[in-house]
């Protein structure tokens, strides 16, 4: 029989230091096509979530001044544990962010010049621990 | 430098085997705190994506016979690459499931007696690869 586990929330520093500390999570949207939720590169960088996005995304195109969040985790599928972070907020739209200002570094090839980012409203974390 | 990457669209049925594939994914909604996305195991069955949860959960609060995404990746970074596969569709909640109809095993402890069940309206994957 393998050890209980339960979910416990997490503080606000532990889960911004969690969401800062991986290169991907998935930006999460209600567009023209329904529900949407993608991987995406981000970083954290002064209280704000920053993406880098295509001119002619469809990110571009349905996200700007618009309620948007962002979700990331570590899941151990071995251990049957992980920890999860959920971001809501609203985006904006650089339109033309220089390289330095938003150093996500897209793991895709391409030209990233428009730069998303979400001004946080919430910030809720939680982790699944083994009980005991 | 890195080698080059691109994104390619997956074919219906690779999607649906990588979706099935993996013991967890990410269930999407818009509810009453906002834009939703938390980490839940799943089964695909019979063409559906199927979840379990408890009774006073928010997922069985806010999405019976609402319409959310259920998203699943693996992204690998060291190597920079991944796939993600986005399901949308309405969900119904099974009040009263067996253990058998949705044998989805959740990692965390606790009774599931309900199932929600996603009716799948599109499912879409995409391959970030090398290119060459």
Do not use: K
């Not at 889960?15 to 209600?30: F, I, K, M, Q």
């Not at 999860?84 to 220089?98: E, F, K, N, P, Y």
């Amino acid at each position: 029989m393998s050890p209980a586990r339960h979910l416990v929330d997490l503080d606000t520093a532990t889960a911004v230091e969690l969401l800062a500390s991986v290169p991907v999570g998935r930006l999460v949207w209600n567009g023209s096509a329904g529900l949407t939720a993608i991987p995406v590169n981000h970083v954290w960088r002064d209280g704000r979530v920053l993406v880098r996005t295509t001119a002619y995304s469809t990110i571009a195109r349905e996200c700007d001044d618009q309620p948007v969040a962002f979700e990331v985790d570590a899941l151990d599928e071995d251990h049957r544990i992980g920890w999860s972070v959920l971001v809501r907020g609203r985006a904006s739209i650089d339109w033309d962010a220089g390289p330095a200002s938003a150093p996500t570094d897209p793991w895709p090839d391409g030209l990233r010049p428009l730069v998303l980012a979400i001004d946080v409203a919430s910030l809720d974390g939680r982790r699944l621990v083994e009980a005991g």
